[in-house]
């Protein structure tokens, strides 16, 4: 019988521990987390979720958690960027650039870069 990781919820409760149980009721028990599961109730049905529920440690703001990826990914292509004999050309996300803020110099962040137009521009269709 192959493992998953689920999250804990009234299903998981009420069958932990009574899996024979459950193997004997298969029939009832499994249309009724059917019904469960398309009517998107996660509590009567079991939710399958990764090995990285583990890594999480706190539920914060998406804008935090956006912030965060930013910081990380600017100070690894800074660091890599910085290596001295670094025989890799710098590292750059598409699309964007650091931007130097105005104090110290340290990089505020990442910006946007407009794409450069070439050639004329095509009107767009109208039906």
């Known amino acids: 019988m192959r493992r998953a990781t689920l999250l804990r919820n009234r299903f998981t409760e009420m069958w932990d521990g009574r899996e024979d149980e459950l193997v004997a009721e298969a029939t009832t028990v499994g249309e009724e987390w059917k019904a469960a599961y398309a009517a998107g109730d996660a509590d009567g049905s079991n939710v399958v979720i990764g090995e990285a529920i583990g890594l999480i440690q706190d539920i914060r703001p998406a804008k935090d958690v956006i912030a965060q990826l930013v910081e990380e990914a600017r100070d690894l292509l800074e660091a890599r960027n910085a290596a001295p004999h ?11 650039s650091l931007r130097r803020s105005a104090v110290g ?7 946007r870069r407009r794409p450069r137009r070439r050639g004329p521009q095509t009107p767009p269709l109208t039906p």
Do not use: I
């Not at 670094?86 to 964007?96: I, M």
């Not at 110099?105 to 910006?111: F, H, K, N, Q, V």
């Open 86 to 96: 670094s025989s890799h050309r710098p590292l750059a996300l598409s699309g964007f």
């Open 105 to 111: 110099g340290r990089a505020g962040g990442l910006t």
